[in-house]
């Protein structure tokens, strides 16, 4: 069993920071490509970063500039610093971990954590 757990969500002003973690835990070979997604109410969930095991970044453009997405791999987390925050970021943010269990390659989500912007 795989567990995906997100913390670091919470109410900040426009124009700050906010850091989310999410730790892969459980039985499993080893962690690939990780990222987060962010649902805003009525939208759809929308791709933010992504991150392989090698390190190399990729960024939707609305965030390009402002956050900055990193990883640990021998302690299985990912993060996403956001700075200069705007209204727009008001989501539930979700991370995604790709994990390779030694049968194939299974994605598996968060429950997700709130981030508020206050304009």
């Known amino acids: 069993q795989v567990h995906v757990v997100e913390s670091g969500g919470g109410l900040v002003q426009s124009g700050g920071s906010l850091r989310l973690s999410c730790v892969v835990s459980?039985?499993?070979?080893?962690?690939?490509?990780m990222g987060w997604y962010r649902q805003a109410e009525e939208k759809e969930r929308e791709l933010v970063a992504t991150?392989?095991?090698?390190?190399?970044?990729s960024y939707a453009d609305p965030v390009k500039g402002r956050f900055t997405i990193s990883r640990d791999n021998a302690e299985n987390t990912v993060y996403l610093q956001m700075n200069n925050l705007k209204h727009d970021d008001t989501a539930v943010y979700y991370c995604?971990?790709?994990?390779?269990?030694?049968?194939?390659?299974?994605?598996?989500w968060g429950q997700g954590t709130l981030v508020t912007v206050s304009s």
């Open positions: 995604v971990a790709q994990i390779d269990g030694g049968v194939g390659y299974v994605d598996h």
């Open positions: 459980g039985n499993f070979w080893r962690v690939l490509n």
């Open positions: 991150i392989t095991s090698g390190g190399r970044r």
